[in-house]
């Protein structure tokens, strides 16, 4: 059963999630958008998406770049979860999985690390 919520809401957790960040983290995210969208195009069932040129990967040549993203899918998130507790834990996830990739640390890492 889907959880109905506000967009206003979801928001404020997403931003929520983004606070959870350990600070020294955060202070080294670097040229990056956080979005939310009801859901991607191409796959509807997406949660959380990184796009963009994680920071392991820049080198001298990085400059003037357009923003990564990050962008929270909130249908999709919504319909998955239970309760407004349970949507508050896997918009937490996923920023943190998405996140993580703006760093650098892979899928499989992830999963290893049991951010899958």
């Given at each position: 059963m889907a959880v109905e919520m506000s967009?206003?809401?979801?928001?404020?957790?997403?931003?929520?999630?983004?606070?959870?960040i350990p600070v020294e983290f955060a202070k080294a995210m670097d040229n990056i958008v956080v979005l939310v969208e009801d859901h991607n195009q191409e796959e509807p069932s997406l949660l959380g998406l990184y796009e963009g040129i994680a920071l392991t990967e820049r080198d001298s040549t990085y400059g003037g770049a357009l923003p990564d993203r990050i962008t929270?899918?909130?249908e999709p998130l919504l319909e998955m979860c239970?309760?407004?507790?349970?949507?508050?834990?896997?918009?937490?996830?996923?920023?943190?999985?998405e996140v993580a990739h703006h760093?650098?640390?892979?899928?499989?890492?992830?999963?290893e690390l049991g951010w899958g």
């Open positions: 967009r206003a809401r979801f928001d404020e957790l997403v931003s929520d999630a983004l606070d959870l929270v899918y909130r239970a309760d407004e507790a349970e949507v508050v834990d896997e918009i937490a996830v996923t920023v943190v999985h760093f650098g640390i892979d899928d499989a890492k992830l999963h």
